[in-house]
């Protein structure tokens, strides 16, 4: 596809990225923003799903690694979640061609809107003082359902994936809450990479917008994991709330309208 956008569109295409990213690094759903924005630009559907894996691989790396520099993720503890993700996401990309997803698009909404009921009413939904740093390996049983249950959803559809990732890892793992967000843009990475090998093998990546915005998300991803390690929970609660609910509210339209 040759690319013949104005310049206009490259520059909100561009700030489009500095705020999916941003947003992705806290909580995920940047795709809300960049999925959008590439369609309204023109790019047809499935060449913009793969397009913004290829960006979203920018941001999901550049937040992967702000939290593995601050010792919020210790890659020798979660081997088994990550084999278990890239397994899981190549069975859901997969299953797309198999699988009616409609089904999926109506009861997404509701499973994501109750997250952001638990997120709002429990004291527990982002940790307590039972939660602590990990110093040894979670279970292989645990790390090994929750990775391939969540990489394939990531695989198959993928809306909602990182506020799955945030809340079942501090139930599953009882991990503080920067820790179980350092492993769900990890494990998110894993995914994304994943598909977009998989999109890049179907022809369906359209490389300079990829490039370009995913150069923007990387900006955007860097101080959206920065913001999130200095500012903590009071920052990053009601953002993660907000988020949650706009997802559940764009896909109950999508799905019921």
């Known amino acids: ?25 806290i909580v995920g759903g940047g795709g809300l923003l960049s ?4 369609l309204t630009v023109g790019i047809p ?22 939290f593995y ?7 020798a503890l979660w081997k ?4 278990a993700t890239l397994v899981g996401s190549i069975a859901g990309c997969g299953l797309v ?25 429990s004291p527990k939904a982002m940790g307590d003082k039972n939660t602590i740093v990990p110093k040894y390996r979670s279970p292989k049983y645990k790390q090994i359902s929750q990775g391939f249950i969540l990489g394939g959803y990531d695989g198959f559809a ?40 998989i999109f890049a093998s179907m022809g369906q990546v359209q490389w300079i917008l990829g490039l370009w915005m995913g150069i923007c998300m990387m900006a955007g991803s860097f101080i959206g994991a920065k913001s999130a390690i200095r500012f903590g929970i009071p920052f990053i609660k009601p953002i993660f709330i907000i988020m949650v609910l706009s997802i559940a ?8 309208a």
């Open 1 to 25: 596809m040759d690319l013949l956008l104005d310049p206009s569109h490259w520059a909100i295409l561009a700030v489009i990225g500095i705020l999916a990213g941003f947003i992705d690094a």
């Open 35 to 38: 999925i959008p924005a590439l």
């Open 45 to 66: 559907p499935h060449l913009a799903l793969g397009t913004n894996k290829l960006a979203a691989c920018f941001g999901s790396l550049t937040s992967s690694y702000t």
């Open 69 to 75: 520099k601050q010792h919020l993720f210790s890659p």
């Open 80 to 83: 088994a979640c990550f084999f």
């Open 97 to 121: 061609f198999l699988i009616d997803p409609l089904w999926l698009d109506k009861i997404l909404p509701l499973l994501i809107i109750s997250i952001a009921i638990y997120t709002l009413f």
């Open 158 to 197: 993928g809306p909602g994936i990182g506020a799955f990732w945030t809340v079942s890892s501090i139930s599953l793992h009882k991990l503080p809450l920067l820790h179980s967000c350092g492993l769900a843009r990890v494990m998110t990475a894993v995914s994304n990479i994943t598909a977009l090998i």
């Open 249 to 256: 509210v764009h896909l109950t339209w999508s799905a019921w």
